[in-house]
């Protein structure tokens, strides 16, 4: 299989200063005429000097609209002398730096009503923003003005009217600052009620798409933290309605174009309503998040399907997305040799090629291949035809079709090989790699997978070598914990959604194995997490730590889109791990969080799913289920899967050795083998050492 270099652009060019980063989004501009920075303080000095303003660019090396922008204007010498003439022009890599780009995403936002990537803003000197937007053509075009034309009004005004262009981002950055500092400090003083969660499911349920699954419209996209808020809320409720369509939702994405059918794994999101074409980027997050949705569907249904969606997703990831060290790789780009889609898009012809007759015949059909094709990339000048996104049009298969479908399965996948594979960005984050060393976990217990959990226990291990500073005994240093590593070096961030995800990931891990090095782990995690970010007076997690000086708003992310947002994985980390600990200090911290965002919860809940999530768990007392005896005991083991066999998502699972709660440590093993007690509250259960008695004391 071909992997494309990381750099994108001509080689033939002497290479700028982006070529000493370590980012594969910078790296790939690295040969642009244009005279690019990294953010610091190298281009914020420059910016001073010679009192030019900041022209910043943010996107991430598997964005399709980057290249576009990459190709048609930060490639040609023309635009580039103009940039280089009239502004310090700053690349960011909105992966490695959120904060940065959480910052002038949410001016533009304010500024135009939208927002997405490549984010591109002009700033002052003292980095305020005065103007920005997202992809603009290289000329005018459906109502788009061109982006040299952009950049010479913005050169001209600054230079004839820089003073008031200096007042107008001194008078947004003020607002920015105005509308943050509330968000930040409004807390109400009581949690808010289940009355809260039932609103908000029948809020988020107007927006179910009956006829093709998922919320919303075009672009559709997975954003599982909301299917799995509606699970959860349909279960407690008994609402057949919420689970029906969380179930139809998986089973539509699952058959769709936004499933690779072939390789496993899902794309970012769907263009169209009906799941069929996908922009069609990998992203770590998605899988991840979507690993634990599909694990949740099977638990509910129990339909093997959704177990078959998870299996061949952890396949995908172990496969293409793993460091031979164990950490996960970061996202796969929608573009192969400039087209989108060509690596995962086949012509009829190409088919008849490789497949025999019954095969062939099978497989279109089962696939919906025509000669027309369902997909062409409009955003290339040269779009390719008869191009068609497979996804599964007619599932009613007999046993002898079945066979033909996998034998042709197998030779499309033995071709596909051989094409050139889109770019890898083989960045590890933490906050990504957190999320999925908890889904494979979780997943390696009920689905009963101990390879999983070695791969998950792999993962760790390599965020605690390479991105993880130990806890100082002798100091006051509660152990740090870096955002990103690559080709043998860490950065240098620090940043909350590490702290968090990787936190959340910890805690899945120790529920799978009970292994107390990884609990203990977990309470290092959440001491340095709220020593570093939290806000202790108005409750909440900032997302940046407070040497992040450079940054002109600090702000407390409550967005939980394709990503979760930070201080929603935080609180609901920490509350399962004060239940699993005993530790108050933890579910205040966490509880601070929920009442910092109660208005937020109540007037707008579609924004906030995965927080709606952690009020749940805190509003009702969770199961505690301790195995007492060995780890690595088989009959350990079997009640762990009876434990993690059951959709009840308010529980915490734990043995009986490490920093636990005092009282689960008195539980002992009963008769020389490993015994379970289900407790709530202050009583448990009878103890057992059968894992089908177990799984009926649960239901």
């Known amino acids: 299989m071909v992997r494309p270099p990381v750099s994108t652009t001509s080689p033939s060019r002497p290479a700028n200063r982006l070529a000493r980063e370590k980012s594969p989004y910078l790296l790939q501009h690295q040969h642009n005429p244009v ?68 910052i002038y995403m949410t001016y533009v936002q304010a500024r135009t009503g939208s927002g997405g990537w490549p984010l591109n803003v002009f700033l002052t000197p003292d980095l305020k923003p005065f103007h920005g937007g997202t992809y603009w053509p290289p000329s005018d075009r459906h109502g788009r003005p061109g982006f ?77 933290s909301q299917p799995a808020f509606l699970l959860r809320q349909g279960k407690r409720a008994g609402d057949d309605a919420s689970i029906q369509s969380v179930l139809h939702t998986c089973d539509r994405m699952a058959t769709g174009g936004l499933r690779d059918q072939l ?62 060290g164990g950490g996960f790789f970061s996202a796969e780009d929608a573009d192969s040799e400039g087209h989108e889609g060509k690596f995962y898009c086949w012509t009829r012809a190409e088919l008849r090629e490789i497949l025999s007759a019954d095969e062939f015949a099978v497989a279109t059909r089962h696939f919906g291949v025509t000669d027309r094709g369902n997909f062409e990339d409009h955003s290339h000048p040269r779009p390719l035809s008869g191009q068609n996104v497979l996804s599964i049009v007619d599932p009613a298969l007999t046993p002898a079709e079945s066979l033909l479908l996998a034998s042709a399965k197998s030779k499309m996948l033995e071709v596909r090989s051989r094409r050139v594979r889109p770019h890898l960005d083989d960045k590890i984050l933490a906050s990504w790699n957190g999320l999925m060393l908890g889904a494979i976990a ?121 990503e979760p947002s930070a201080n929603s ?9 004060a239940a699993i600990t005993g530790r108050a200090d933890l579910r205040v911290a966490a509880e601070g969080t929920l009442r910092l965002f109660t208005e937020r919860m109540i007037r707008m809940p579609q924004a906030v799913p995965h927080l709606l999530q952690a009020l749940d768990f805190a509003l009702e007392d969770p199961a505690r289920i301790v195995v007492a005896g060995e780890p690595h005991a088989a009959e350990t083991h079997a009640l762990l899967r009876a434990a993690h066999g059951l959709y009840r998502p308010n529980k915490v699972i734990l043995g009986n050795r490490g920093p636990i709660e005092p009282f689960a440590s008195t539980l002992p093993e009963r008769d020389g083998l490993p015994t379970a007690y289900v407790c709530v509250g202050s009583s448990c259960q009878k103890p057992t050492h059968d894992a089908a008695e177990l799984a009926r004391a649960l239901r």
Not at 153 to 162: F, N, T, V
Not at 492 to 502: G, K, P
Not at 569 to 577: F, I
């Open 35 to 102: 005279d690019w920075f990294a953010w610091g303080d190298e281009a914020f000095a420059k910016a001073r000097a010679e009192n030019k303003p900041i022209f910043l660019s943010i996107g991430y090396s598997t964005c399709h609209w980057c290249h576009v922008m990459e190709r048609e204007s930060f490639e040609d010498a023309t635009t580039a002398d103009v940039l280089n003439d009239s502004f310090v022009a700053i690349k960011v890599d909105r992966e490695e730096r959120p904060d940065v780009d959480k």
């Open 263 to 324: 390789g496993g794994g899902f794309a970012r999101y769907s263009v169209d309503a009906e799941w069929l074409v996908p922009h069609f980027e990998k992203m770590l997050y998605d899988n991840a998040q979507l690993v634990q949705l599909y694990l949740d569907a099977f638990l509910v249904s129990g339909e093997t399907h959704h177990a078959d969606v998870v299996r061949s997703t952890i396949a995908y990831v172990l496969r293409d997305m793993t460091h031979p």
């Open 442 to 562: 979780r997943a390696s217990v009920v689905l009963g997978e101990p390879a999983w959990l070695e791969a998950a226990r792999k993962s760790l291990s390599f965020l605690r070598a390479q991105l993880w500073v130990q806890p100082h005994p002798d100091s006051k240093n509660l152990g740090m914990l870096f955002h990103r590593w690559r080709n043998g070096e860490r950065d240098s961030v620090q940043l909350l959604e590490a702290y968090a995800s990787l936190l959340d990931g910890t805690l899945h891990l120790y529920e799978a194995g009970l292994d107390a090095d990884h609990l203990t782990f977990a309470v290092q995690l959440a001491d340095a997490m709220i020593s570093r970010f939290h806000d202790p007076e108005a409750g909440g997690f900032w997302q940046s730590g407070p040497e992040s000086t450079e940054l002109i708003l600090r702000v407390k992310d409550d967005y939980d889109g394709a």
């Open 148 to 224: 040299r034309d952009v950049l010479e009004r913005i050169a001209d005004l600054w230079r004839e009217r820089g003073d008031e262009l200096l007042e107008s981002a001194r008078e947004m950055t003020e607002r920015l600052r105005l509308h943050v500092g509330r968000q930040s400090s409004s807390a109400t003083e009581s949690l808010p009620n289940a009355a809260t969660l039932a609103n908000a499911a029948a809020l988020l349920l107007e927006e179910y798409d009956p006829q093709h699954g998922g919320f919303g419209g075009a672009p559709k996209f997975p954003r599982p």
């Open 569 to 577: 994985v935080a609180a609901l980390a920490l509350l399962r791990l």
